[in-house]
């Protein structure tokens, strides 16, 4: 039986040999996480975390799936975690958290030869809103009221909705915003801020946490964190 697959069944006996292996779940979010050919995974999230777990000599793997079952197996499943998740209050103690590994102002976004007129997001309840199962904002729109909430799979699925004009509004990253065709979309107004990180299973050894925020707060220091921010051309936090 190899170590892999050991350690998924006798995790729950907390197998020394397994206690540091990590499995990472993610999906795809153009342009932070982005799917090669091959299935791998890059983009400005998992750069940061490459360095932060390998010099930590931290065993880990990595899979893409829908945001919802991806939140879901961090939630409860041992020894997994989930980037990039926002550290909401509802969430926060969910989690052992790492972070901040991106700080960013989500928009509400329209088509852009709708005619969305919005000054307020008392405004955008009047519209019909779509979003990401499992997401946070998800959780926002229906704590802020919003009465028509058009709820997808996943990031890709609802902007095609938005772009089919079978929603009004979609909130996005701001840097998400910017990556898109510009004569497409049009920003209408910011809905909320949040600060993203791992968010790991609470089965997760404090120790293990430590370690990986001491090696992400050094990364941040020395000035990694922003150099892989421009060379992706996020908007800065």
């Given at each position: 039986?190899?170590?892999?697959?050991?350690?998924?069944?006798?995790?729950?006996?907390?197998?020394?040999?397994?206690?540091?292996?990590?499995?990472l779940?993610?999906?795809?979010?153009?342009?932070?996480?982005?799917?090669?050919?091959d299935?791998?995974v890059?983009?400005?999230?998992?750069?940061?975390?490459?360095?932060?777990?390998?010099?930590?000599?931290?065993?880990?793997?990595?899979?893409?799936?829908?945001?919802?079952?991806?939140?879901?197996?961090?939630?409860?499943?041992?020894?997994?975690?989930?980037?990039?998740?926002?550290?909401?209050?509802?969430?926060?103690?969910?989690?052992?958290?790492?972070?901040?590994?991106h700080?960013?102002?989500?928009?509400?976004?329209?088509?852009?030869?709708?005619?969305?007129?919005?000054?307020?997001?008392?405004?955008?309840?009047?519209?019909?809103?779509?979003?990401?199962?499992?997401?946070?904002?998800?959780?926002?729109?229906?704590?802020?009221?919003?009465?028509?909430?058009?709820?997808?799979?996943?990031?890709?699925?609802?902007?095609?909705k938005?772009?089919?004009?079978?929603?009004?509004?979609?909130?996005?990253?701001?840097?998400?915003?910017?990556?898109?065709?510009?004569?497409?979309?049009?920003?209408?107004?910011t809905?909320?801020?949040?600060?993203?990180?791992?968010?790991?299973?609470?089965?997760?050894?404090?120790?293990?946490?430590?370690?990986?925020?001491?090696?992400?707060?050094?990364?941040?220091?020395?000035?990694?964190?922003?150099?892989?921010?421009?060379?992706?051309?996020?908007?800065?936090?």
């Amino acid at each position: 039986m190899g170590l892999i697959r050991f350690c998924l069944v006798f995790l729950a006996f907390a197998n020394p040999a397994c206690a540091a292996k990590l499995f990472l779940t993610t999906e795809v979010y153009p342009p932070y996480n982005l799917q090669a050919s091959d299935g791998s995974v890059r983009g400005v999230y998992i750069e940061q975390l490459k360095i932060v777990l390998e010099e930590t000599g931290t065993d880990y793997e990595v899979t893409v799936m829908p945001w919802a079952r991806a939140i879901a197996m961090a939630t409860m499943q041992p020894m997994h975690c989930v980037f990039a998740t926002a550290r909401t209050a509802e969430r926060e103690k969910l989690f052992k958290w790492v972070s901040p590994i991106h700080s960013d102002r989500n928009i509400l976004v329209a088509r852009r030869e709708a005619n969305i007129d919005v000054s307020s997001l008392e405004d955008a309840k009047k519209y019909r809103v779509g979003t990401q199962r499992g997401d946070y904002t998800e959780a926002l729109l229906e704590r802020l009221g919003f009465p028509q909430v058009d709820v997808g799979a996943d990031f890709q699925i609802t902007l095609h909705k938005l772009r089919a004009g079978r929603i009004d509004l979609m909130p996005m990253s701001e840097s998400t915003f910017k990556s898109l065709p510009a004569d497409t979309f049009k920003e209408v107004i910011t809905f909320t801020r949040q600060q993203l990180g791992l968010a790991c299973n609470k089965s997760v050894p404090d120790a293990v946490i430590a370690k990986l925020q001491a090696r992400l707060d050094r990364l941040i220091a020395d000035g990694t964190q922003q150099r892989i921010f421009d060379r992706y051309k996020l908007v800065s936090p």
